[in-house]
C-alpha cells in the first residue's frame, strides 16, 4: 500500500495546541502514483481537520522557487484559505529543509500566485500577499434576522434601532457578514447559529457575486491584549455549525473592509512605509475555544484604493509521520 509522508502544524501560534491545526499531506514524485480527487478527500476526512494542504513534488528544478499546493475541506477542494497558506509559507521558508541559493518565494494555488516571504526571521512570522478584488455589497443584513440565527446576542444589541450590518467580499467566492459586538462578554454569549442554517447567497450578495460561502464574523474593537501590550481586534467566526479558531480570509477582509471605510479609524496602527500608507492589524480569534490565534493582516492604501493585503503569521510544528492512500478510488 502507497503511503506518503505528512505533518502537522499548529497555524497563527507558536505554541503546540493553540491555533488552527493544518495537515500537510506531501504528494508522490513518481507521476504512475498520482492521486485522485477523491483520494485527497478521503485522505482529507481521515485527518478531520477543517483543512488538509497537498503539496506537489517539485518536477522542474528551474521552477522550484514557486511550490503548487491543493487546499481540501473536509466537504470539498478549494481555491484558497488563510490558514493554509499561512502554514505552507511556514513550512517552506521557516520549518522545512530550504536550499539558501534558491529560497520558495510563491505559492501556486487554484486562485493563483501568492507571493510569501519571511516578515520577521526572530519569530518565524510569514507573509502572504492575498489577492483582492473588494465588494461591498449593497444589501445590508437586517438585525431581526441575525437575532433569529443567534438569539443569545440578543441582550447586547437595541432592538429599538433600525440596525442592519454589510456584507463584504474580499475575493469573488470569499464573503463575510461583519458584525461588530459591544463587549467581550457580548462575543462569549455568541453561540452556533439555530439550525445550523447558512445565509442565502443570492439573496444578500449582488448579482454576479452570489458563490461561495458567507461566513459570520463577530468582532470586537479596541481590546486590551496583555499578550499583544496593546489593543486588538477579537473575533470569532461561525459557518452554519461550524466555528473557526482561526479564519485569514476572513481577517483579511474585515481588515480591508476597515481601511475602505474608516480611514483613521479605530483597531489598527497607520504607518508610512515608501511614501505609502500601510494599515496594520492585529486579530486574536480562538479564545472562547481554547486554543487562541494570532492574525496580523497589513493593508496598503492609495488614493482611497487597496493596493495590498498581505496576512501574516506563524506556526508551530506539531507531529509527522506517514499515512495509508486508498489503494482504490472509492
Request: glycine share 8%; aromatic share 8%.
Amino acid at each position: 500500500m502507497l503511503q506518503l509522508k505528512y505533518l502537522t502544524l499548529d497555524v497563527f501560534t507558536t505554541q503546540p495546541f493553540q491555533g488552527n491545526p493544518l495537515a500537510v499531506v506531501f504528494l508522490p514524485s513518481d507521476p504512475q502514483h498520482t492521486l485522485t480527487q477523491r483520494q485527497k478527500h478521503l485522505l482529507c476526512l481521515e485527518f478531520n481537520l477543517s483543512e488538509t494542504i497537498f503539496v506537489h513534488p517539485v518536477t522542474d528544478p528551474n521552477n522550484s522557487p514557486h511550490r503548487t499546493i491543493d487546499i481540501f475541506t473536509i466537504e470539498c477542494e478549494i481555491p484558497f484559505a488563510g490558514h493554509p497558506t499561512i502554514g505552507a509559507a511556514s513550512w517552506f521558508l521557516v520549518h522545512g529543509q530550504q536550499d539558501p541559493h534558491h529560497p520558495v518565494t510563491s505559492l501556486i494555488t487554484k486562485s493563483g500566485e501568492i507571493p510569501i516571504s519571511v516578515q520577521d526571521a526572530q519569530t518565524g512570522a510569514v507573509a502572504a500577499r492575498i489577492a483582492h478584488n473588494t465588494r461591498i455589497h449593497a444589501q445590508r443584513f437586517p438585525l431581526a434576522e441575525l437575532l433569529a440565527l443567534h438569539p443569545t446576542v440578543r441582550p447586547y444589541l437595541n432592538e429599538s434601532e433600525s440596525k442592519d450590518f454589510p456584507l463584504f467580499s474580499i475575493v469573488n467566492g470569499m464573503s463575510q457578514l461583519f458584525i461588530e459586538l459591544p463587549s467581550l462578554e457580548a462575543l462569549a454569549a455568541v453561540t452556533r447559529p439555530t439550525g445550523a442554517q447558512l445565509i442565502p447567497t443570492e439573496k444578500y450578495l449582488d448579482a454576479g457575486w452570489q458563490s461561495g460561502l458567507i461566513c459570520v464574523y463577530f468582532y470586537v474593537r479596541d481590546v486590551e491584549d496583555e499578550k499583544m501590550g496593546g489593543k486588538v481586534i477579537r473575533t470569532r467566526m461561525m459557518l452554519s455549525g461550524i466555528e473557526d479558531p482561526a479564519t485569514g480570509s476572513s481577517a483579511s477582509g474585515l481588515a480591508a473592509y476597515l481601511a475602505l471605510t474608516e480611514g483613521e479609524g479605530r483597531g489598527k496602527q497607520q504607518s508610512q512605509e515608501g511614501g505609502d500608507g500601510q494599515i496594520r492589524y492585529h486579530f486574536v480569534q480562538g479564545v472562547e475555544m481554547g486554543r487562541r490565534s494570532d492574525i496580523g493582516v497589513n493593508v496598503r492604501m492609495e488614493g482611497g484604493f487597496i493596493q495590498q493585503v498581505e496576512l501574516t503569521g506563524t506556526a508551530v510544528r506539531v507531529s509527522e509521520g506517514v499515512v495509508a492512500v486508498p489503494e482504490v478510488d472509492m
